[in-house]
């Protein structure tokens, strides 16, 4: 975890694994900035009797571990009891602050089950862990299979599916997935994420075939030609095969910017 976190409790010998990021912590203090920073990815893979015999065992705090173990026996575990009872055990939050956290996951609470999934796998893409992402991303697609849902859930859903894929080097997948999420939401910035996921994927002739049959406008052409241009025209290194998915991280983080997705 980035930045210095102040201990006052004792540290662990033997730290507690949280497989959602792959980190070590080694205190209660580094349990409650995860539970604080991270609610999203707070589920039942964390909230179980593994912890609590951590919590008892490893840094002696027997009677956070005794309220903490019945909790585990729900399914799912109250979020809300189970994480801001860890917070109080060190103070963790101001009054103000605690009001806020609880604020947070009663808001989190009335989402559905698919729309709390991506957010979980948003919050995993953050942390940079795409294979676990990709999983729950899958899982959101499957969820909402068959049911009537949003276009534009969807389309975000794989909008981010092939942001994963490409940080990963899966250019076919990415592709699908890029072109799926352009069939659902028909926006300039999903075509523009689409194209240029084709020209990474396939050949010139390829690509501008594809121009062709989508009929895209002059100016969209332009600017993704910009695009590619400008980023390869910055770099003081040899474009390498990773570039492209360099360049479409950053339009990603720019398309997230103007549609709040």
């Not at 894929?165 to 592709?175: C, D, T």
Request: aromatic share 10%.
């Amino acid at each position: 975890m980035s930045g210095y976190i102040l201990c006052r409790e004792p540290m662990a010998a033997v730290p507690y694994y949280i497989e959602n990021i792959g980190i070590n912590i080694y205190s209660v203090e580094e349990l409650c900035y995860y539970l604080y920073k991270n609610l999203h990815l707070a589920d039942d893979s964390l909230m179980n009797q593994g912890l609590c015999t951590w919590l008892g065992q490893e840094l002696g705090m027997k009677e956070l571990a005794g309220k903490l173990a019945p909790l585990t026996e729900y399914t799912p575990v109250p979020l809300e009891e189970f994480a801001c009872e860890v917070l109080r055990s060190v103070n963790y939050l101001t009054q103000e602050e605690m009001r806020t956290y609880r604020n947070r996951i009663s808001a989190l609470e009335k989402q559905s089950v698919p729309v709390r999934e991506k957010l979980k796998a948003d919050c995993l893409m953050e942390n940079r862990k795409y294979v676990y992402a990709i999983r729950v991303y899958r899982k959101v697609l499957e969820l909402t299979s068959g049911r009537q849902s949003s276009p534009r859930f969807a389309g975000s859903v794989y909008h981010n599916l092939g942001c994963a894929y490409s940080r990963l080097f899966q250019k076919e997948e990415a592709l699908e997935c890029f072109g799926q999420a352009y069939e659902r939401l028909h926006t300039r910035d999903s075509l523009k994420h689409y194209l240029l996921a084709y020209s990474n994927a396939r050949t010139p002739i390829e690509y501008e075939s594809r121009l062709a049959e989508l009929k895209v406008d002059e100016q969209t052409r332009r600017q993704i030609q910009d695009e590619i241009s400008q980023f390869y025209s910055s770099t003081d290194i040899c474009v390498q095969e990773h570039s492209v998915e360099e360049l479409l991280e950053r339009m990603t983080k720019e398309y997230h910017r103007n549609t709040g997705s």
